[in-house]
């Protein structure tokens, strides 16, 4: 199991005094995915409008756009709410990025209490997420907008 506390504590600390929001993302999707077992994807979509766009990430090229309201990411976009998913197969209109993805989490972000984009991360087993990583991945967003509410660069 993932130690989310000391997670939190090592996004906060790489983005200290970091002015550009994505050093502040690439370097998370790095922590993330090297503090969590069993993922083939872990990257970020940022919100333009109505549009999920493709941020830094971990693993295999993605696709580029999600509409709010499709997909695992934009559910959640939508919902404004964290998204787990025991079986992406089950999941209607999951978006199927790269093959080898079984279950998927997805945990909305906000920069200075506005909706901002969203993490997602991608798994090839089945039912790999728990209630305690969604608990815990939403602590690690929480140091992770701490850091962006500081930054003051539109630099997505
Ligand atoms: N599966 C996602 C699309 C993004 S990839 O997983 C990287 C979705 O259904 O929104």
């Known amino acids: 199991m993932t130690d989310y506390r000391q997670l939190s504590m090592d ?3 790489a983005s200290a005094d970091v002015k550009k929001e994505v050093t502040v993302l690439a370097n998370a999707s790095a922590l993330i995915y090297a503090a969590m077992d069993g993922l083939n994807w872990c990257g970020f979509y940022l919100a333009d409008g ?7 990430f971990q693993g295999k090229a993605a696709c580029t756009e999600i509409p709010f309201g499709k997909g695992v990411c934009g559910t959640a976009a939508v919902r404004d709410a ?5 079986d992406v ?3 209607s209109g ?3 990025c790269d093959s080898a993805s079984n279950s998927e989490i997805v945990i909305p972000i906000h920069k200075n ?3 901002y984009g969203v993490l997602d991360i991608d798994s090839p087993l089945i039912g790999r997420f728990r209630e305690e990583d969604r608990e ?3 602590t690690v967003i929480r140091a992770l907008e701490a850091a962006l509410d500081k ?3 539109g630099v997505r």
Not at 50 to 56: N, V
Not at 82 to 86: A, E, K
């Open 82 to 86: 964290s998204v787990l998913v025991y």
């Open 151 to 153: 930054s003051n660069c």
């Open 50 to 56: 109505e549009t999920l766009y493709l941020g830094p």
């Open 136 to 138: 815990g991945l939403e």
């Open 113 to 115: 209490g506005e909706f």
């Open 94 to 96: 999951h978006i199927a």
């Open 89 to 91: 197969h089950q999941f």
């Open 11 to 13: 996004v906060g600390a």
